[in-house]
């Protein structure tokens, strides 16, 4: 069995200030682990993905997010905000072919 | 081209109608998948097809039920629509995995209304 934890449903911050997305998983078995993003009114898309190689994961625009075994984590960072990182993001645990999602972080990023 | 369409993008419909929506995934995949994603925007898998046969199938009513003709093609038809049906729909797809790598590709959605 696995599961996936976002531990915050509603993050805000600054623009130009540091993005974290808090998720922790659950796996039986040697986990994938992904970001997706969704933007309003729009689908997922794909952020990044971590399939047991480098612990160190970067993606899109920007965000990266780091897999501790130690901590079952895989949180979700990024440097420094854009106004267009406004989005609802989902941390998905997955293993052959079966997916799940997490709960979903609202991000907010102020001007 | 679209990776993985779904038709139609918004549908609005009386209670107690049956109605359907359809998903195409060009990408050669072979593993689709339909995600009711309620208010909350929580997602939740509603079913998996790999190579025709269903290989996911969570706790969700028997009006809805999944029909594939085709590897390219998953269809959704939905029974005797209540309120609670009211949600977006997403379709998605990949390829089955060998290893754990797993990567699904999503369609647009379709925002389902029940009046």
């Known amino acids: 069995a696995q599961s996936v934890t976002q531990l915050d449903s509603h993050v805000s911050v600054s623009e130009g200030t540091p993005v974290l997305l808090r998720c922790n998983y659950s796996?039986?078995?040697?986990?994938?682990l992904f970001w997706y993003v969704q933007h309003p009114n729009k689908g997922l898309q794909l952020l990044l993905k971590y399939t047991s190689a480098a612990t160190l994961v970067k993606g899109i625009n920007g965000f990266e997010a780091e897999f501790k075994k130690s901590e079952t984590s895989f949180h979700l960072t990024k440097p420094s905000a854009h106004m267009s990182d406004a989005a609802e993001y989902f941390c998905?645990?997955?293993?052959?072919?079966?997916?799940?999602f997490g709960a979903g972080t609202r991000l907010t990023v102020k001007p | 081209d679209t990776a993985v369409s779904q038709t139609p993008k918004y549908l609005v419909t009386q209670m107690g109608n049956d109605k359907s929506i359809k998903c195409e995934q060009n990408?050669?995949?072979?593993?689709m998948y339909w995600y009711k994603q309620d208010s909350k925007k929580f997602l939740k898998i509603m079913f998996s097809y790999n190579n025709k046969e269903l290989i996911i199938n969570e706790t969700v009513p028997n009006r809805f039920s999944p029909k594939s003709p085709d590897k390219a093609h998953l269809n959704l038809h939905i029974n005797s629509l209540e309120l609670g049906d009211s949600a977006v729909y997403f379709c998605a797809s990949s390829q089955v995995a060998k290893s754990s790598y797993n990567e699904q590709f999503f369609g647009p959605g379709t925002r389902l209304t029940v009046l």
């Open positions: 998905v645990v997955g293993n052959n072919n079966d997916m799940r």
């Open positions: 990408l050669g995949h072979d593993t």
């Open positions: 796996s039986s078995y040697s986990p994938s």
